[in-house]
């Protein structure tokens, strides 16, 4: 059984920066797509990511597009969030996933999720 275990976060200034980590135990193949999503306190799951395993384009949210950077290693079969220019309203738990299909925004279509890593951004 697949499991993710999400890194990296903690407590960052507004302007700061984390670098989110998630290991895939399973083995993880070019149909797989990976990605962050985020729930702050009292509401819903939101896209943050997404890539292909294998590559291509990232997809972002608009609320983070030219601050955050999604990436891979598939050697270490790692996915990394990397966050910069960080904002309060980033405050929130962040979930990595994987699901076996193209690369998409809603939450229902990842089958597989870590427990997820609080971060915290101060004003």
């Known amino acids: 059984q697949v499991q993710l275990a999400e890194s990296g976060g903690g407590l960052v200034q507004t302007g700061g920066s984390l670098r989110l980590s998630c290991a895939i135990s399973?083995?993880?193949?070019?149909?797989?797509?990976v990605g962050w999503f985020r729930q702050a306190p009292g509401k819903e799951r939101e896209f943050v990511a997404t890539m292909r395993w294998n590559g291509g384009t990232p997809n972002y949210a608009d609320s983070v597009k030219g601050r955050f950077t999604i990436t891979r290693d598939t050697g270490t079969i790692t996915v990394y969030l990397q966050m910069n220019e960080m904002k309060p309203e980033d405050t929130a738990v962040y979930y990595c996933?994987?699901?076996?299909?193209?690369?998409?925004?809603?939450?229902?279509?990842?089958?597989?999720w870590g427990q997820g890593t609080q971060v915290t951004v101060s004003s």
């Open positions: 399973g083995r993880t193949f070019s149909s797989h797509s």
């Open positions: 996933a994987r699901r076996v299909g193209s690369p998409t925004t809603w939450a229902s279509h990842y089958n597989d």
